[in-house]
């Protein structure tokens, strides 16, 4: 998926599987748009985009201020538009002089989305919007599974979750049966309008680690994760506006603490969603998993419900 400026085609989902269908032979391959969404839902242009874990809906951000979240399923329309006060309006003087960046990102596990250019009492802030009603914390009104980062003093423009969970279990329970629900922590790295980043962990109520990555005070335009080969630590590579890149260094297990094994990580698919992995990487083909039934799950389509009341029906 992808977004632009361009108000005819703000938000165009590519069918990738075409492309891999075609002649691998032809240099010169054109994709057209699979679905074109936006153009009456966002009234401003869309700024960042990001999909679902779970691959059930995908999220735009946009100058309305807005974040709209849509089905990425059967009609691939609109499933609610959160516009609750938190994103600061401008008028179309002062947009000129905004950020081009609203790169909201949604959380490993799926339970909610980290958005931008949030505020809350006059401080600039990154808000979560729960993943349960796509409800927000506000100053009227707190919302459960949603919460407010407070610890930039310029507008967050950039989210990016980290795609590894942190085991957030005791040492002891580590051996434990993989069967249990696992204990977890997600963690996000935001960066702001002059070139502050922090990272974030879901179990802490400040940032875990802020630095200045521009000498220049730039904005910072994307963030990225990574892994090293020979150990497990974590890499942050930073995107300036100025073509810097900067690549920060996390020790694992000495600096973030430990990484939720591949195993546990896609029992939390399992036990949320009723998902399963075709690898032990959590990147690989997403499919129904109806083979347990030791705990409940939440059902967002009808072929999943269906196939469970099919193996129940089965089993007795």
Same mark, same amino acid.
């Given at each position: 998926?992808?977004?632009?400026?361009?108000?005819?085609?703000?938000?165009?989902?590519?069918?990738?599987?075409?492309?891999?269908?075609?002649?691998?032979?032809?240099?010169?391959?054109?994709?057209?748009?699979?679905?074109?969404?936006?153009?009456?839902?966002?009234?401003?242009?869309?700024?960042?985009?990001?999909?679902?874990?779970?691959?059930?809906?995908?999220?735009?951000?946009?100058?309305?201020?807005?974040?709209?979240?849509?089905?990425?399923?059967?009609?691939?329309?609109?499933?609610?538009?959160?516009?609750?006060?938190?994103?600061?309006?401008?008028?179309?003087?002062?947009?000129?002089?905004?950020?081009?960046?609203?790169?909201?990102?949604?959380?490993?596990?799926?339970?909610?989305?980290?958005?931008?250019?949030?505020?809350?009492?006059?401080?600039? =802030? +990154?808000?979560?919007?729960? &993943?349960?009603?796509?409800? *927000?914390? %506000? /100053?009227?009104?707190?919302?459960?599974?949603?919460?407010?980062?407070?610890?930039?003093?310029?507008?967050?423009?950039?989210?990016?979750?980290?795609?590894?969970?942190?085991?957030?279990?005791?040492?002891?329970?580590?051996?434990?049966?993989?069967?249990?629900?696992?204990?977890?922590?997600?963690? =996000? +790295?935001?960066?702001?309008? &002059?070139?502050?980043?922090? *990272?974030? %962990? /879901?179990?802490?109520?400040?940032?875990?680690?802020?630095?200045?990555?521009?000498?220049?005070?730039?904005?910072?335009?994307?963030?990225?994760?990574?892994?090293?080969?020979?150990?497990?630590?974590?890499?942050?590579?930073?995107?300036?506006?100025?073509?810097?890149?900067?690549?920060?260094?996390?020790?694992?297990?000495?600096?973030?603490?430990?990484?939720?094994?591949?195993?546990?990580?896609?029992?939390?698919?399992?036990?949320?969603?009723?998902?399963?992995?075709?690898?032990?990487?959590?990147?690989?083909?997403?499919?129904?998993?109806?083979?347990?039934?030791?705990?409940?799950?939440?059902?967002?389509?009808?072929?999943?419900?269906?196939?469970?009341?099919?193996?129940?029906?089965?089993?007795?």
């Amino acid at each position: 998926v992808s977004c632009s400026l361009d108000s005819d085609a703000p938000i165009i989902v590519w069918k990738l599987t075409d492309l891999a269908q075609r002649n691998h032979n032809t240099l010169n391959i054109l994709c057209n748009p699979y679905k074109i969404l936006g153009k009456t839902e966002h009234s401003s242009t869309v700024k960042g985009v990001t999909f679902d874990p779970a691959g059930t809906y995908l999220a735009s951000s946009g100058d309305d201020p807005a974040v709209c979240i849509w089905r990425a399923h059967d009609d691939w329309g609109l499933e609610q538009k959160v516009n609750d006060g938190i994103f600061q309006t401008y008028d179309l003087e002062q947009l000129s002089s905004q950020t081009l960046f609203r790169r909201l990102s949604w959380s490993t596990d799926g339970t909610y989305i980290c958005s931008t250019n949030a505020t809350v009492k006059n401080k600039h =802030v +990154a808000s979560t919007i729960s &993943r349960e009603g796509w409800s *927000v914390s %506000s /100053t009227q009104s707190a919302a459960a599974g949603a919460a407010n980062l407070v610890g930039h003093k310029q507008p967050v423009v950039v989210s990016r979750h980290c795609p590894k969970l942190l085991d957030a279990s005791k040492q002891v329970e580590q051996d434990n049966n993989d069967d249990d629900d696992p204990d977890y922590a997600t963690l =996000v +790295a935001l960066g702001d309008k &002059r070139g502050f980043v922090t *990272v974030w %962990s /879901t179990r802490k109520s400040r940032p875990i680690f802020k630095l200045q990555c521009s000498e220049s005070r730039c904005t910072v335009t994307d963030l990225a994760w990574g892994q090293t080969q020979k150990r497990d630590d974590m890499i942050l590579l930073v995107s300036l506006l100025d073509g810097t890149i900067v690549a920060i260094r996390f020790g694992v297990p000495s600096e973030l603490g430990r990484v939720l094994s591949a195993s546990k990580q896609k029992r939390v698919f399992q036990l949320r969603y009723g998902l399963d992995f075709d690898d032990d990487t959590g990147l690989g083909t997403r499919k129904l998993f109806v083979g347990d039934s030791s705990g409940p799950k939440l059902v967002e389509n009808a072929l999943q419900l269906a196939l469970e009341e099919q193996e129940e029906e089965e089993d007795e």
